[in-house]
C-alpha cells in the first residue's frame, strides 16, 4: 500500500480525497546519531578521533531490521516518521566526499517505510555541532577546518565529552547541552552562522569560513535529496518534506558580555565557565569556575572548581594540522595555534585581558544591536532561504519546516516572500523539569514558556500545582507555542518534531520493578497536551531499536526510547476476530456500506462480540515501558476538520468531534487508529452522534492492528468509545518525595529560588 500524497490547507494537512491528516508520528532512530560501523555509541573512546573511517550504513537498521521496526511502529498506530541523519553520515571521510553506499541503503530503508504506508521528513540532526565536541551531527574534519583540536577539548572543558568521562557510567544526566556555552560549540555555531561578520579573517579555500561550512552542509544535504528524487519512487507519496537544522543555537551571537552568563540562560549544570573563561582554558590557562547542580526549582550554584589544561590548548597547533589530508588552503591572516578570537581582537594573550567583552552583542558592520530574535531573523533566515532553494531544486513539491532555535521567537515569516503555501513551522518541547530531574512530580509544574515571554510578574506565579494543573499547563503552553508560531509564520500546520519524557526517572526505579507508573503518567501529560494543543501533529523523541537498560539510548546517557531490548512489547490483537460494527450484518465490508444508508441519528451501540482469541491481561504488565500512554487512540485521516479529540487514559475514553462539509463518501471513511490495547472487542462501547462505523483487524506482517472507519452525515458530528481501565492507567505515579510539600511549602521555596526551568 503506498500513502498519498499530501497537501496543506491552511493549518492542516490533507490527502488526496480531501481528509484532514492528523500526524502521529516519531523520530526514527536514536542510534542514528552514531556509526554503526565500527559501532560508536557516545561512551566508545575508540576509534572517536577516526572521523575519516566510519560508516552509518545500518542506521537507523539493516534491511532485515527495518521490516521488524517499522511493522511494529505501524501496529502502534504512528503513521509519520521524523527520519533522523546526521551530516556526518554523508560526508564524513573529508570535503566534498559522500558516502553513495550509506546513500543507497537510505533509499532502500525509505522505500520499506513507505511500504508500511508512512509519511515521511528528513531530519538533518545535530546537537552541540558534532560527536567529538560530545553531541553528533557534523563530520570531524570540520573542527579541524575551524582551527580547532578535538583531542584537547576534555582537558581544556572546550567540550564534556562522554567518552571522555573517567567511568562513562557515571557521566552526569543531562551534562551534554552544557557544551553550547563551551568553547568548541560557541565556537563553531558563530562562525557557521556569522563568520563572515565576526570573524573576517578566517578564509579557507578562498571563502569566508561561515560560507565554506554553510556551503559543505548544504551541499552534501542536496546531494541526498538528488539521489532520493533520482529514485523515483519515493518523493511526495513517502518523503513528503524536509525540516531545517535540528535545533539550531546561535552560539556567541547576540551575547550581551563575555564576562557573564545571562540570568535567562538555565542550562547550567556542573562547571559553567563564562565565555571570556572558556577562552582562557582554551588557550591553557587554569581558571576557577562556578559549577552548579540542577534542583527541583531549577538550577542553584554548587560551588567553584579550578579547570587547568596544565598549558594545553583546544586550538590546532600547525605540526598537528590536517590542512594537507582534507585539502584545505589557509589565508595568511589565519594562523594555526592560536585562538581565532583573539586573532580578531577580542582578547590579548599577552597580557591574558579581554579587550572587547561586548563584541558580540552587535553586528560589528552595522553597529546593530544583535538579539536572539534578530539573530534568527537575519542569520538563520539566510541560511534557511539557502538549504530550502537546493532541497526544491531536487525535489520541486516538498514540505518544508522551519525550525527555529527551540524556545525562541520565531522568524518572522508572515506576509513576506517566504510565506508560502508548503510551508510547516515545527518546533520542539519538553517539560524541562521531568527531563532534567529524571523524575515525574505530580505535585507542581512550571509554565516555562509563560516565563520566557513576561507573562508573569513573578516566577513564582508561574508555578502550578497538582496533577490537572500541570497536564492543563503543559497544555498550554503547546497551545501558546502554536498560536505563537501562526503569528510569526503565518497560516501554517505547527509540528511538534520534538516530545517526549525519560523512561530511566528515579534512578531506574521501573527497570528493577517493573513499575512504570511514574512514566505512564508523564507520557499521557505529554499526549494530553499534544491532543490538546491544536496542531497537525507530532513526532515523538523517540524511538530506538538498540536501546537497553544499562546504556539507554546509547548516547549521552539519554533515555527517551518508547522501545527497549530488554522491556516487552505489548501483544498485537488476534488477527482472526470477528469485526464490530453498528452496521448490518451484511454490511460488514466497507465496500459494502454506502452513504445513501445514512440515517440521521443511530441507537448508541455496544460491542458484543466475543473474541475468538483472549488476549493476555496488559495492566501494570512488568516490563511493557508505558505502552498504556503511547498505545492511544486517534484519528489518522478524517472526513472535514477536525474540532477536538483526546484520550482520558484513567476512564480509558476516546472522544472526538468534527465538522464535515458532506456526507462520507463511500471510498473516504473517516480512520481512526484504535488501538486493541485499550479497546478488547467484548470489552468496548462506542457512541457516535450519526452514522455507521466497524471496527477491524488490519494485518501488518502477521499481526493485528485494530482500526475504526466512520461513515457520517454532513456538519458536526461527534463520537465517544470505552475501553477497559486497567489498573496502571496513569494511576499512583509520582513518589512519596512528592507529598512532602504542600502548596505554601512550594511557593515558599519558589521565593527563596525564583529561577525556574
Same mark, same amino acid.
Given at each position: ?6 497537501r496543506?490547507?491552511?493549518i ?24 554503526r560501523?565500527p ?7 575508540d ?10 550504513v ?8 527495518a ?9 502502534? !498506530?504512528y503513521n509519520?516518521?521524523?527520519y ?13 566526499q ?12 525509505l ?8 509519511h ?8 552541540v ?10 563530520p570531524?574534519?570540520?573542527l579541524?577546518?575551524?582551527?580547532l ?27 551534554w547541552? *552544557?557544551?553550547?556555552?563551551r568553547l568548541?560549540?560557541?565556537?563553531m555555531f558563530?562562525?557557521?552562522w556569522a ?10 579555500n578562498?571563502?569566508?569560513i ?7 552542509f ?18 511526495d ?22 564576562y557573564?552568563?545571562?540570568k535567562e540562560?538555565?542550562?547550567?549544570k ?10 582562557l582554558?582554551?588557550? !591553557?590557562?587554569?581558571?576557577e569556575v562556578?559549577?552548579?547542580e540542577?534542583?527541583s526549582?531549577?538550577?542553584y550554584k ?5 579547570i587547568?589544561p596544565? !598549558? ?16 584545505f ?8 595555534g ?7 581582537g ?7 585581558s ?5 563584541y558580540?552583542d ?23 532561504r539557502?538549504?530550502?532553494d ?6 520541486k513539491?516538498?514540505m518544508m519546516l ?7 521567537i520565531?522568524?518572522?515569516?508572515k506576509?513576506t516572500?517566504?510565506?508560502d503555501?508548503?510551508?510547516i ?7 524541562g523539569?521531568t ?5 515525574w ?11 520566557l @515571554? ?17 497536564r ?8 501558546a507555542? @502554536?498560536?505563537e ?16 519524557i ?6 531506574k526505579?521501573?527497570y528493577?520493578?517493573?513499575?512504570f507508573?511514574?512514566q ?6 505529554n499526549y494530553?497536551?499534544?491532543?490538546g494543543s491544536g ?10 531499536g538498540?536501546?537497553?537498560?544499562l546504556?539507554?539510548?546509547n548516547?549521552?546517557?539519554e ?5 527497549s531490548?530488554d522491556d516487552?512489547? $505489548?501483544?498485537?490483537p488476534?488477527?482472526d ?7 448490518s450484518s ?6 459494502q456500506?454506502?452513504?445513501?444508508n445514512?440515517?440521521?441519528k443511530?441507537?448508541?451501540p ?8 483472549? $488476549? ?8 511493557? @515501558?508505558?505502552?498504556?500512554a ?5 484519528p ?9 479529540y ?13 465538522t ?10 473517516t480512520?481512526?487508529?484504535? $488501538?486493541h ?6 470489552? *468496548?462501547?462506542v457512541?457516535v ?6 471496527i ?7 499481526? !493485528?492492528?485494530?482500526w475504526m472507519?466512520?461513515?457520517h ?9 470505552k ?11 509520582g513518589?512519596?518525595?512528592d ?5 505554601f511549602e512550594v ?11
Amino acid at each position: 500500500m503506498t500513502p498519498s500524497p499530501l497537501r496543506i490547507d491552511g493549518i492542516r494537512l490533507r490527502d488526496n480525497r480531501d481528509r484532514e491528516v492528523t500526524f502521529r508520528g516519531i523520530n526514527v532512530s536514536g542510534d542514528a546519531k552514531f556509526p554503526r560501523h565500527p559501532d560508536l555509541p557516545s561512551r566508545v573512546q575508540d576509534n572517536l578521533f577516526d572521523g575519516d573511517n566510519i560508516s552509518f550504513v545500518g542506521r537507523p537498521f539493516n534491511e532485515g531490521e527495518a521490516h521488524i521496526h517499522f511493522a511494529r511502529l505501524k501496529r502502534y !498506530g504512528y503513521n509519520s516518521i521524523r527520519y533522523v541523519f546526521t551530516w556526518e553520515a554523508i560526508e564524513h571521510a573529508g570535503p566534498g566526499q559522500y558516502d553513495d553506499e550509506w546513500i543507497q541503503h537510505t533509499i532502500s530503508t525509505l522505500r520499506i517505510a513507505k511500504s508500511y504506508d508512512f509519511h515521511v521528513f528528513m531530519d538533518p540532526h545535530q546537537d552541540v555541532w558534532c560527536r567529538q565536541s560530545g553531541g553528533d551531527g557534523a563530520p570531524m574534519w570540520t573542527l579541524y577546518a575551524a582551527g580547532l583540536d578535538p583531542k584537547q577539548f576534555t582537558k581544556t572543558q572546550a567540550a564534556m565529552v562522554h567518552a571522555d568521562w573517567p567511568d562513562p557510567a557515571d557521566f552526569p544526566k543531562m551534562l551534554w547541552p *552544557t557544551n553550547y556555552q563551551r568553547l568548541a560549540c560557541f565556537t563553531m555555531f558563530t562562525l557557521f552562522w556569522a563568520g563572515r561578520d565576526y570573524a573576517p579573517n578566517a578564509i579557507i579555500n578562498g571563502v569566508n569560513i561561515q560560507d565554506y561550512l554553510q556551503g559543505h552542509f548544504i551541499d552534501a544535504c542536496k546531494y541526498l535529496a538528488q539521489k532520493i528524487h533520482q529514485a523515483g519512487d519515493l518523493e511526495d507519496v513517502c518523503v513528503i518534506g524536509w525540516e531545517s537544522m535540528n535545533e539550531p543555537n546561535r552560539g556567541l551571537v547576540g551575547w550581551e558580555n563575555m564576562y557573564v552568563i545571562p540570568k535567562e540562560l538555565n542550562m547550567k549544570k556542573g562547571t559553567c565557565p563564562t565565555p571570556w573563561q572558556s577562552l582562557l582554558t582554551g588557550s !591553557g590557562r587554569a581558571v576557577e569556575v562556578e559549577t552548579y547542580e540542577f534542583g527541583s526549582f531549577g538550577p542553584y550554584k554548587s560551588g567553584t572548581q579550578l579547570i587547568d589544561p596544565e !598549558g594545553a590548548s583546544a586550538w590546532l597547533l600547525p605540526e598537528a594540522s590536517r590542512d594537507e589530508h582534507y585539502g584545505f588552503k589557509r589565508d595568511s591572516n589565519w594562523k594555526l595555534g592560536s585562538c581565532l578570537w583573539a586573532q580578531h581582537g577580542v582578547w590579548d594573550p599577552e597580557t591574558d585581558s579581554l579587550l572587547k567583552p561586548e563584541y558580540f552583542d552587535k553586528s560589528p558592520s552595522t553597529g546593530e544591536k544583535m538579539t536572539y530574535e534578530r539573530y534568527t531573523n537575519l542569520y538563520f533566515m539566510q541560511h534557511f532561504r539557502k538549504f530550502r532553494d537546493v532541497i526544491r531544486h531536487a525535489h520541486k513539491d516538498c514540505m518544508m519546516l522551519v525550525q527555529a532555535p527551540v524556545l525562541e521567537i520565531p522568524p518572522t515569516i508572515k506576509g513576506t516572500a517566504d510565506d508560502d503555501d508548503r510551508l510547516i513551522f515545527a518546533t520542539h518541547y519538553y517539560d524541562g523539569l521531568t527531563l532534567l530531574t529524571k523524575h515525574w512530580n505530580k505535585l507542581y509544574n512550571v509554565d516555562v514558556f509563560g516565563v520566557l @515571554r513576561g507573562k508573569y510578574w513573578s516566577p513564582a506565579f508561574a508555578v502550578k500545582i497538582g496533577e490537572t494543573a500541570i497536564r492543563n499547563c503543559l497544555r498550554d503552553q503547546l497551545v501558546a507555542i @502554536r498560536q505563537e508560531g501562526e503569528n510569526y509564520t503565518g497560516t501554517h500546520p505547527t509540528l511538534f518534531t520534538e516530545i517526549g519524557i525519560p523512561f530511566d526517572m528515579d534512578d531506574k526505579h521501573a527497570y528493577k520493578t517493573g513499575d512504570f507508573s511514574s512514566q505512564i503518567a508523564a507520557l499521557d501529560a505529554n499526549y494530553f497536551a499534544l491532543e490538546g494543543s491544536g496542531a497537525a501533529g507530532s513526532t515523538l523523541w523517540l524511538y530506538c531499536g538498540s536501546n537497553n537498560h544499562l546504556w539507554s539510548d546509547n548516547w549521552n546517557g539519554e533515555d527517551l526510547s518508547i522501545f527497549s531490548v530488554d522491556d516487552l512489547v $505489548p501483544p498485537a490483537p488476534p488477527r482472526d476476530e470477528v469485526p464490530s460494527t453498528n452496521a448490518s450484518s451484511t454490511a460488514l465490508s466497507g465496500s459494502q456500506i454506502h452513504p445513501d444508508n445514512l440515517q440521521a441519528k443511530l441507537p448508541k451501540p455496544s460491542i458484543q462480540r466475543v473474541p475468538t482469541k483472549t $488476549p493476555p491481561e496488559l495492566g501494570n504488565h512488568p516490563g511493557l @515501558r508505558a505502552a498504556e500512554a503511547f498505545l492511544r487512540p486517534s484519528p489518522v485521516a478524517t472526513h472535514g476538520d477536525v474540532v477536538k479529540y483526546g484520550f482520558d487514559l484513567k476512564s480509558a475514553t476516546f472522544t472526538f468531534s468534527l465538522t464535515a462539509p458532506s456526507k462520507t463518501p463511500n471510498d473516504a471513511p473517516t480512520e481512526i487508529f484504535l $488501538p486493541h490495547f485499550h479497546f478488547p472487542s467484548g470489552q *468496548t462501547t462506542v457512541e457516535v452522534s450519526g452514522g455507521k462505523w466497524i471496527i477491524d483487524i488490519r494485518d501488518v506482517d502477521g499481526e !493485528g492492528m485494530q482500526w475504526m472507519r466512520w461513515w457520517h452525515a454532513e456538519g458536526e458530528q461527534t463520537m465517544k468509545v470505552k475501553g477497559v481501565i486497567r489498573k496502571n492507567n496513569g494511576q499512583d505515579a509520582g513518589s512519596s518525595a512528592d507529598e512532602e510539600y504542600g502548596y505554601f511549602e512550594v511557593m515558599r521555596r519558589i521565593g527563596e529560588n525564583c529561577t525556574v526551568m
